[in-house]
């Protein structure tokens, strides 16, 4: 009997101490933007999971603007006199650059930066590179770009 109480608790806490991390993923583009956006600004002060692709802004006039010439990649919607953009996403490490699009791959912590000249600034920095893989009792909680729920 005391070994099935041993068993039962052990199990209990293994399900207590699990870890759930929503993970984002998908081809971000001008329509999903806006999804993005509010999947960072809801995980403000926490770690969630990317695997993102966007394509490098091909001029300043494009709507999705994507770049990384100054160092940290820096992705927001381009104002118009109709819609004002309201935030900008920064990540200051964890992304790639290949064949004209930047991958932001892995766990990164998202953090308010404040509002500067009317935009809110996100950061993200890429955790860990381990933390995924050392911890088993992270799970991730897979949502795609795309399909709101």
Same mark, same amino acid.
């Given at each position: 009997?005391?070994?099935?109480?041993?068993?039962?608790?052990?199990? +209990?806490? %293994?399900?207590?101490?699990?870890?759930?991390?929503?993970?984002?993923?998908?081809?971000?583009?001008?329509?999903?933007?806006?999804? =993005?956006?509010? =999947?960072?600004?809801?995980?403000?002060? &926490?770690?969630?999971?990317? &695997?993102?692709?966007?394509?490098? %802004?091909?001029?300043?006039?494009?709507?999705?603007?994507?770049?990384?010439?100054?160092?940290?990649? *820096?992705?927001?919607? &381009?104002?118009?006199?109709?819609?004002? +953009?309201?935030?900008?996403?920064?990540?200051?490490?964890?992304?790639?650059?290949?064949?004209?699009?930047?991958?932001?791959?892995?766990? =990164?912590?998202?953090?308010?930066?404040?509002?500067?000249? +009317? *935009?809110?600034?996100?950061?993200?920095?890429?955790?860990?590179?381990?933390?995924?893989?050392?911890?088993? %009792?992270?799970? =991730?909680?897979?949502?795609?770009?795309?399909?709101?729920?």
């Amino acid at each position: 009997m005391i070994a099935s109480i041993l068993v039962f608790a052990s199990i +209990g806490f %293994a399900q207590a101490a699990e870890r759930r991390i929503p993970r984002l993923s998908g081809t971000l583009t001008e329509s999903t933007y806006p999804e =993005f956006e509010t =999947f960072v600004d809801d995980h403000v002060n &926490k770690v969630a999971g990317l &695997k993102i692709t966007v394509e490098r %802004a091909r001029s300043d006039d494009a709507p999705l603007q994507a770049s990384a010439d100054n160092g940290p990649l *820096v992705i927001y919607l &381009k104002s118009t006199p109709d819609e004002p +953009g309201d935030s900008e996403i920064v990540a200051d490490n964890g992304f790639s650059y290949r064949d004209g699009a930047y991958r932001l791959d892995g766990l =990164f912590t998202i953090k308010n930066k404040g509002t500067h000249q +009317g *935009v809110v600034s996100y950061s993200l920095r890429k955790a860990a590179a381990s933390a995924g893989k050392i911890d088993p %009792a992270i799970r =991730f909680e897979p949502v795609e770009l795309g399909k709101a729920q």
